[in-house]
């Protein structure tokens, strides 16, 4: 059997799951917690994220629509803030040529994500002047929990 | 540090990272629901108690002082509510909680909601002594 007709034949056999998390967050929440100082942003952003953003008129924008999509990757997982997994082990990063964003997992995110039998993820992220939303979805190979 | 002096600094960093007015800052007040704090607010609430003492309080302590690191399958029954080992430990962790009034109607995963002020205040307190007997 060729090797892309063995790939389908484990999608169509295997038992997928999906699970799905969005958050929404306020621009101007996140700007003025910015400029009060009083956030740790590097326990929260990866380091890739805080030099992405960095000097940019849209700072606030960014950031905001980062920590949106590090929320709803928690929903998707079903777990929320305060169960072990780290903010800033959740990380968007961008494609150098689309600029597409995808998430990139480390520490007790990712053996969450391992634990929870998730083989596939996507991210989209959108902003405005005024809110910062994330849609996150995650697909399940329920045969690898 | 006399708890009253926690108190002050748990309310000054609310009155600050949430904007609420220091008079809604009472011991009863739930963080979430009656300060509408949301958890960009929670994390910018902590990082503000951590920079006045000098230690750290995460969410993730939050947790385990109202779940005492119970697993989610022991905590919540398989409908989703708090289950009667969760119950027990609401008991010993928020004890302003009349319990029985959650049995079978209460969700598991919006147990962060019923935190207080005051628990607030007895976590930074508890953190507070632990450090004091590791730096002795």
């Known amino acids: 059997m060729l090797r892309q007709e063995k790939e389908k034949w484990h999608l169509l056999t295997t038992k997928l799951d999906i699970r799905t998390g969005v958050d929404l967050q306020s621009v101007a929440k996140m700007e003025k917690k910015i400029l009060s100082n009083q956030l740790r942003l590097d326990s929260i952003f990866t380091l890739r994220e805080l030099a992405y953003a960095e000097g940019k008129r849209r700072k606030a924008e960014y950031l905001a629509a980062r920590f949106a999509a590090k929320e709803a990757f928690l929903k998707a997982l079903g777990i929320g803030m305060g169960k072990g997994v780290e903010l800033s082990e959740i990380g968007i990063k961008n494609d150098a040529l689309s600029g597409k964003p995808s998430l990139e997992l480390q520490g007790n995110a990712l053996e969450f994500a391992n634990r929870l039998g998730v083989v596939s993820m996507d991210v989209s992220l959108s902003h405005s002047e005024d809110y910062a939303i994330a849609h996150v979805v995650l697909l399940l190979d329920q045969e690898r929990k | ?136």
């Open chain 2, 1 to 136: 540090m006399e708890r009253n002096e926690i108190f002050e600094v748990v309310q000054q960093a609310l009155v600050d990272a949430i904007g609420v007015d220091e008079d809604e800052v009472v011991g009863e007040a739930t963080l979430l629901g009656d300060l509408g704090a949301e958890s960009l607010d929670l994390l910018d609430v902590l990082f503000r108690i951590e920079r006045k003492l000098g230690f750290k309080v995460t969410i993730n302590d939050i947790t385990l002082m109202i779940t005492g690191g119970i697993p989610d399958e022991e905590f919540g029954t398989e409908e989703g509510y708090i289950s009667d080992v969760g119950l027990t430990q609401l008991k010993k962790s928020l004890p302003q909680i009349d319990v029985d009034s959650l049995r079978g109607k209460f969700e598991a995963e919006r147990v962060l909601t019923l935190f207080t002020v005051d628990n607030l205040v007895s976590l930074v307190e508890t953190r507070k002594g632990e450090m004091a007997s590791v730096n002795n």
